[in-house]
T-cell receptor
Framework: DVKVTQSSRYLVKRTGEKVFLECVQD?????MFWYRQDPGLGLRLIYFSYDVKMKEKGDIPEGYSVSREKKERFSLILESASTNQTSMYLCATLRVASYEQYFGPGTRLTVT | RKEVEQDPGPFNVPEGATVAFNCTYS??????FFWYRQDCRKEPKLLMS???SGNEDGRFTAQLNRASQYISLLIRDSKLSDSATYLCVVNQGGGYQKVTFGIGTKLQVIP
């Protein structure tokens, strides 16, 4: 079974703080994704990575950056957290052979 | 027009009923299609892939209509445990694996 883990299930941060969300997968998948999910808006792609040290902006990259130093780990960084970044953050991998995605349990981030 | 459109519902159906969801997509070059299930406050999980020939998994049947650019999910004999949000997912493939999610359709199965 593919396993995708995220560093925290719940996180509360203050406005202006730098926030790190970590995602680790154990299936050697090349493609990894960061989404945020908000009521009424669905899942929106923030960034994705198709290889170590490679990254591409998604639909809503503003205010975020990412790091992929190792194949199994993909980190999302909020450079200066703002209240409009309060959301559920989901990490996912993709099996290229089938295009199926596998999600981590999510991190519910609250910025106060 | 949104790339992937779904009726958000909610669909409230009695146990044992048959319910169908549709999802339309705008990019005719889209290559692969999926239905995911998401329980409240949990992550999405793959329910089934959708093939041109249609596919069935127990009480669930998925269909793809490329000419009209929609996919459908049919659930027969609904169970209480089917209550969840069903996400339509379209993948355009290619080197960067562009994946687009629908907003999801909420299903509530009532005793």
């Amino acid at each position: 079974d593919v396993k995708v883990t995220q560093s925290s299930r719940y996180l509360v941060k203050r406005t202006g703080e730098k926030v790190f969300l970590e995602c680790v997968q154990d299936m050697d998948h090349e493609n990894m994704f960061w989404y945020r999910q908000d009521p009424g808006l669905g899942l929106r792609l923030i960034y994705f990575s198709y290889d170590v040290k490679m990254k591409e902006k998604g639909d809503i990259p503003e205010g975020y950056s990412v790091s992929r130093e190792k194949k199994e780990r993909f980190s999302l960084i909020l450079e200066s957290a703002s209240t409009n970044q309060t959301s559920m953050y989901l990490c996912a991998t993709l099996r290229v052979a089938s295009y199926e995605q596998y999600f981590g349990p999510g991190t519910r981030l609250t910025v106060t | 027009r949104k790339e992937v459109e779904q009726d958000p519902g909610p669909f409230n159906v009695p146990e044992g009923a048959t319910v169908a969801f549709n999802c339309t997509y705008s990019n005719s070059a889209s290559q692969s299609f999926f239905w995911y299930r998401q329980d409240c406050r949990k992550e999405p999980k793959l329910l089934m892939s959708v093939y041109s020939s249609g596919n069935e998994d127990g009480r669930f049947t998925a269909q793809l209509n490329r000419a009209s650019q929609y996919i459908s999910l049919l659930i027969r004999d609904s169970k209480l445990s089917d209550s969840a949000t069903y996400l339509c997912v379209v993948n355009q493939g290619g080197g960067y694996q562009k994946v687009t999610f629908g907003i999801g359709t909420k299903l509530q199965v009532i005793p």
